[in-house]
């Protein structure tokens, strides 16, 4: 694929249940990154993978949420009892590698979540 | 902790005008990278520019360019001869450099649009 790709595109749910969001970054892209865009707001960082390194979790705003990423290949973010606060676009971004002056991220379409 | 802020949440600019969206933010650090990103409806963020801290000369893309005063930390985003395409929400954002995670610290946006 050309681009990052997220699904689904849309997930509506309801307070309580789980969800379970997907990223494919661009092939090669050992860097992935996840954020949240609330409502007319910017993006607030969540989590970020780099090639087998431990995860920076330090975005994540509680417990409920989890990521996880094999290798260099898809990422998935769970939200365990989902909260309305939850509702948001969530973004995935990949970049080709780390310690590079041309390093750019390029973003997914994003995952709308709507908790009801 | 970086912050970002765009003071304007919309601006409007006639087609073929010229028009200056304002981004100051706040680091510590010497050393970083700047970045506006578009975002137009379908959600998908797209890199219009990006400054690295270090150079001094303002960077350029094609009717784009920017406005790095470092220290006044202050980086603007010029958009000549708008179009219509042009309009969409417009991010601010900047990384940090060194070692670490690179993820990015956004402002909240600001809403342009183009009028025929």
């Known amino acids: 694929g050309a681009g990052v790709s997220q699904s689904p595109s849309n997930k509506v749910t309801e307070k309580g249940k789980d969800v379970e969001l997907r990223c494919d970054p661009i092939s090669g892209h050992t860097a992935l990154y996840w954020y949240r865009q609330r409502l007319g707001q910017g993006l607030e960082f969540l989590i970020y993978?780099?090639?087998?390194?431990?995860?920076?979790k330090s975005g994540l705003p509680s417990d409920r949420f989890s990521a996880e990423r094999t290798g260099e290949s898809v990422s998935t973010l769970t939200i365990q009892r989902t909260q309305q606060e939850d509702s948001a676009v969530y973004l995935c971004?990949?970049?080709?590698?780390?310690?590079?002056?041309?390093?750019?991220?390029?973003f997914g379409p994003g995952t709308r979540l709507l908790v009801l | 902790a970086q912050t970002v802020t765009q003071s304007q949440p919309e601006m409007s600019v006639q087609e073929a005008e010229t028009v200056t969206l304002s981004c100051t933010y706040d680091t510590s650090e010497s050393d970083y990278y700047l970045f506006w990103y578009k975002q137009p409806p379908s959600r998908q963020m797209i890199l219009v520019i990006r400054q690295e801290a270090y150079k001094q000369q303002n960077a350029t893309e094609n009717r784009f360019s920017v406005n790095f005063q470092k220290a006044a930390k202050s980086f603007s985003l010029k958009i000549s001869d708008s179009q219509l395409g042009d309009a969409a929400m417009y991010f601010c954002a900047y990384r940090r450099s060194g070692a670490g995670s690179y993820q990015l610290t956004f402002g909240k946006g600001t809403k342009l649009s183009v009028i025929p």
């Open positions: 993978f780099q090639g087998n390194s431990a995860p920076d």
């Open positions: 971004a990949s970049s080709p590698r780390l310690d590079s002056t041309q390093e750019t991220q390029y």
